[in-house]
């Protein structure tokens, strides 16, 4: 098997349904979260047979940002390496987690007020409940490759996580 050997900036064409396509990026590795990877997503979808320029790409809307473990991610659902574009975006991001999530297997907690939120590589802080800006903050789990290859495809990680939306 071919070693993958990942960079930062590095673009990814990610197969998602009938001859379509998606594109995510490589922007960060997170020593707060599991020292998992960050990437985005984007938001257009491009046919299979379709020429796109990465420069383009990476200036498309972002869809999504979340955390993986990337090389599990690449070999599992087969993404190939279109090219390293050194512009990430935006890295001063907020996520968030609930120290409900995964507290008892098969609980779905329905409101938790136990939230803790940080910005890449920086230390978590415990917030109670979500208010204000913390609202908006993306998702902080390290998410598989089957919730990721979801969330291109359909938009939600819902089959896997659901209510986290």
Known sequence: MKRIVLKIGDVFSCDVTDGKRRFIQYIANDETQLNSSVIRGFRSVYRQDESADLSQIVNNECDFYCHCF????????????????????????????????????????????????????????????????????????????????????????NTLYPGFE
Request: overall charge positive.
């Open 70 to 157: 990337l090389r599990n991610v690449v070999k599992a659902l087969g993404w190939q390496k279109v090219g390293n574009i050194a512009d990430v975006g935006k890295t001063d991001l907020l996520f968030r987690v609930s120290a409900d999530s995964g507290a008892r297997p098969g609980e779905q907690v329905a409101v938790s007020s136990r939230w803790y939120v940080w910005r890449i590589n920086e230390p978590m802080q415990y917030v109670g409940k979500l208010a204000g800006k913390h609202r908006n903050a993306e998702i902080g789990i390290v998410f598989s490759p089957a919730s990721i290859q979801d969330k291109l495809q359909t938009g939600s990680y």
